[in-house]
């Protein structure tokens, strides 16, 4: 069954300092998200990405976020300069498309830890 | 996005047939009802979705009554394995909203 694959499962950061969060999605999807899950908390949408652009994004994802496909297969998450409050488990997902009845398949995440 | 509301929590035990209701009152006429089951540090993964009536895969049954203002997750005889964190979605062009689920717990 295919996946959506995601890299490194853990990251450990000083505050401060950038990561990069990497994510395969499936291949015949045209659809890309970033959610995140501070713990013990539920799942938040941070941005949608289809045709190289981002299509929507949430109030979560400002400045210190961006997104980038930068070739055929990967879709990265860049967090600028750390915060404490960044600490949680961010999720890629993919969908082929995103009309009504979507359904995306995600990841199993990437724990963000920032000291 | 319509919103929706379900049991913050529910217990079962092993064998039983565990049904979750969500209710949905401003669900628009082209909503779909989707279902996503959460297992600690993992991603959410989609169970069943549906528009009206019935609907039933090797996983779950979905109802939905005429009025689809509610919908019931229906798990057959749930194991251990069930226990996570299940969410109702409504009409989510896309981005998914989640809410807080149900956290189903199964016992032995």
């Known amino acids: 069954e295919p996946e959506v694959t995601q890299t490194p499962s853990h990251q450990v950061t000083q505050m401060g300092q950038e990561v990069i969060l990497r994510c395969v999605p499936i291949s015949n999807h045209l659809y890309f998200y970033w959610y995140r899950q501070i713990l013990g908390q539920k799942v938040e949408f941070l941005v949608s990405?289809?045709?190289?652009?981002?299509?929507?994004k949430s109030e979560i994802f400002d400045d210190q976020f961006s997104v980038e496909r930068p070739d055929g297969s990967n879709f990265t998450l860049k967090i600028r300069s750390t915060k404490l409050e960044d600490s949680a488990m961010y999720f890629c997902?993919?969908?082929?498309?995103?009309?009504?009845?979507?359904?995306?398949?995600f990841g199993q995440g990437t724990r963000l830890t920032v000291v | 996005l319509a919103k929706t509301t379900q049991p913050i929590s529910m217990d079962s035990y092993e064998g039983q047939e565990v049904n979750i209701t969500c209710s949905h009152n401003n669900i628009a006429t082209n909503d779909y009802i989707t279902w996503y089951q959460q297992f600690p540090s993992q991603g959410p993964r989609f169970i069943i979705q549906g528009y009206k009536t019935k609907v039933t895969n090797e996983v779950a049954s979905l109802f939905i009554p005429a009025d689809r203002k509610s919908s019931t997750l229906s798990l057959p005889r749930v194991s251990l394995s069930d226990t996570a964190v299940y969410y109702c979605?409504?009409?989510?062009?896309?981005?998914?909203?989640f809410g807080q689920g149900t956290e189903l717990s199964v016992k032995p």
């Open positions: 990405f289809y045709n190289n652009e981002i299509s929507e």
């Open positions: 979605l409504v009409g989510s062009q896309g981005k998914l909203i």
């Open positions: 997902a993919s969908s082929e498309w995103a009309g009504e009845n979507t359904e995306a398949f």
